[in-house]
C-alpha cells in the first residue's frame, strides 16, 4: 500500500467516521436546541427524522450517479453540501433555519456515504486489502455512533450544542482541500446515460415511506419500482442485480444485522432498568462495552474473513451474535457476565456487518461499485431505522424477556438465511 493510498483511504475513513457521528451527536442536545431555536418538545424528533430520512431515501439513487458522474465528484460535492449546511445549522437562530440545514446534512450523507465506500472498495482490489479498509470502516463506523452521543454531551455541556455542526465544517474544509490530491478522477468517458427518473422516484418516494413507518405504502412503490426497472432501457437498478442472490439476500442479511443490534440497545436500556434494577447511569455505561466490542469487531473481521470466507463470515457472525443475545434474559445481576455477552455480541454483530459489505461490494464489477455501496448503505440505514419500532412492538405484547428471544432468534435466521441462499465465492483469500 503506497503512502498516497494509506492518505486516501485515512480521508474516506474520517468522512465516514464523522458522518456516523452526526447520526448521534446531536441526541444529547435536543432540549438546549429546542430551547434556542423555539423548538417545541414535539417537534423536537425531527431535529433527527429529518436528517435520517434523506439519509435513507435518497442513498440508493445518489449511489447510483456517483457510478455515472464519478464518485470522486460526488464526494466533494456532498462534503461542500456538509460543510455548507453545517454552518447554517450552527448559525441557525430559528426552527426553520436549523431544520433545513439537516434536511441537507442528510441529503449530503446520502450523497457522501456509498461515494466514500465505492472510492474505497475500488482503492484496492478485492482480497485482503479491500476487506482491511472495510474492516476499518466498520469499527470507525461503530466507533462514531458512540462517539457522537459522549461528544454531543461534552461539547454542549463545555461549549454549545452549535459546536457539534461547527466540527463538519472543519472536516469538510478539510476534505475539500486535500480530496482533490489524493483521490483520483474516476469520471469514465462513455455516451451519457439519463438518469431512470420514474425509477428513482419510486425507489426514494418507497424507502422515505418505510424509514417513516409507512410499510404499506413504501412496499407499495418498490413492488412498482421493480416493475419499472424490468421495463426501461437504462435502469437505476439492472435487473440482474437485483436478481443477484449475492446481493439481494446478502442485503437482507446486512439489514437484520443492523436492526438486531441496534434494537437490542433499546432493549437492553429497558432491561437494564426495569428488570435488573441499574440506575439510567450505570445502564448508560454499561453500552461502553458493547461499544469497545463492535470496535475490535471491526478490527478482527478481515481476518476472519480471509480465513473463513466472506460468507463463512457473515454467517459465524450472526449464529455467535444470536448465541450471546439470548442467554441475556436468564441472566440476574450478575454484571460481570451481561458486560461479557454484550462485549462478544457487538464484536460478532461488526463481524457479520464487515463480511456483509465485502459479500455484497464483491458481487458487482468495478463499474457498479457506487450501486453496491449505495444499496449496502440503504439496508444499513433501514435496519437502524426499523429494528427499534419491531422490537417496540413485541414489547407493547409481551415484556423484554420476548424482545430478547426475537431478537436472537432474527439473528439466528439471518444466519441460517445466508447459509441456505447465499452462494459460496469461488475462493477464499488466505492473508
Known amino acids: 500500500m503506497t503512502n498516497r493510498k494509506r492518505a486516501a483511504m485515512a480521508v474516506l475513513l474520517t468522512a465516514g467516521f464523522t458522518l456516523a457521528v452526526d447520526f448521534s451527536i446531536l441526541n444529547v442536545a435536543l432540549p438546549a436546541i429546542g430551547h434556542d431555536v423555539g423548538l417545541s418538545v414535539g417537534g423536537l424528533q425531527w431535529v433527527t427524522t429529518a436528517f435520517a430520512l434523506c ?25 461542500a453540501a456538509l460543510g455548507v449546511s453545517s454552518l447554517a445549522g450552527g448559525l441557525a437562530q430559528s426552527a426553520e433555519v436549523l431544520l433545513s440545514a439537516r434536511v441537507v446534512q442528510g441529503l449530503a450523507t446520502a450523497a457522501v456515504t456509498p461515494a466514500a465506500l465505492a472510492l474505497l472498495t475500488t ?13 476499518l470502516n466498520g469499527a470507525l463506523m461503530a466507533a462514531g455512533f458512540t462517539t457522537g452521543a459522549v461528544l454531543g454531551g461534552v461539547l454542549t455541556g463545555l461549549l454549545s450544542w452549535r459546536y457539534a455542526f461547527f466540527l463538519n465544517v472543519a472536516v ?17 468517458h462513455q455516451e451519457r446515460r439519463r438518469i431512470d427518473v420514474p425509477g428513482a422516484i ?121 448465541a450471546a443475545t439470548l442467554p441475556l434474559v436468564l441472566l440476574g445481576p450478575e454484571r460481570q457476565w451481561l458486560l461479557a455477552l454484550t462485549f462478544v455480541g457487538g464484536a460478532a454483530n461488526l463481524v457479520a456487518i464487515v463480511a456483509f459489505m465485502v459479500t455484497v461490494t464483491n458481487a458487482l464489477p468495478a463499474a ?64
Open 202 to 322: 419510486a425507489v426514494t418516494g418507497g424507502l422515505l415511506a418505510l424509514v417513516y413507518g409507512w410499510v404499506l405504502v413504501g412496499v407499495l412503490l418498490l413492488g412498482i419500482f421493480w416493475l419499472i426497472e424490468k421495463r426501461v432501457a437504462e435502469p437505476l437498478v439492472p435487473v440482474r442485480v437485483l436478481r443477484s442472490r449475492g446481493v439481494g439476500w446478502g442485503n437482507l442479511a446486512g439489514l437484520l444485522a443492523f436492526a438486531t443490534e441496534t434494537s437490542l440497545v433499546f432493549v437492553l436500556t429497558l432491561y437494564l432498568q426495569d428488570v435488573l434494577g441499574y440506575s439510567p447511569l450505570r445502564a448508560g455505561l454499561s453500552f461502553a462495552v458493547l461499544g469497545v466490542g463492535t470496535v475490535m469487531g471491526g478490527i478482527v473481521a478481515p481476518r476472519i474473513i480471509a480465513h473463513a470466507g466472506a460468507r463463512g463470515a457473515l454467517i459465524g457472525g450472526l449464529v455467535v451474535q444470536a
Open 172 to 188: 469538510a474544509a478539510v476534505a475539500l482541500l486535500v480530496a482533490p490530491v489524493l483521490l483520483d478522477s474516476d469520471v469514465r
Open 123 to 135: 482503492l484496492f482490489p478485492a482480497g485482503p486489502a479491500r476487506d482491511r479498509a472495510l474492516g
Open 55 to 79: 439519509a435513507a431515501g435518497f442513498t440508493l439513487l445518489f449511489g447510483r450517479v456517483a457510478d455515472l458522474a464519478g464518485r470522486r465528484r460526488m464526494f466533494l460535492i456532498g462534503m
Open 368 to 431: 457498479d461499485q457506487g450501486l453496491a455501496t449505495g444499496l449496502a448503505t440503504m439496508s444499513q440505514q433501514i435496519g437502524i431505522t426499523v429494528g427499534t419500532p419491531v422490537m417496540s412492538a413485541v414489547l407493547a405484547h409481551g415484556d423484554t424477556a420476548s424482545a430478547i428471544t426475537v431478537n436472537a432468534l432474527v439473528a439466528l435466521a439471518a444466519g441460517v438465511l445466508v447459509n441456505a441462499l447465499v452462494p459460496p465465492a469461488k475462493s477464499a483469500v488466505a492473508v
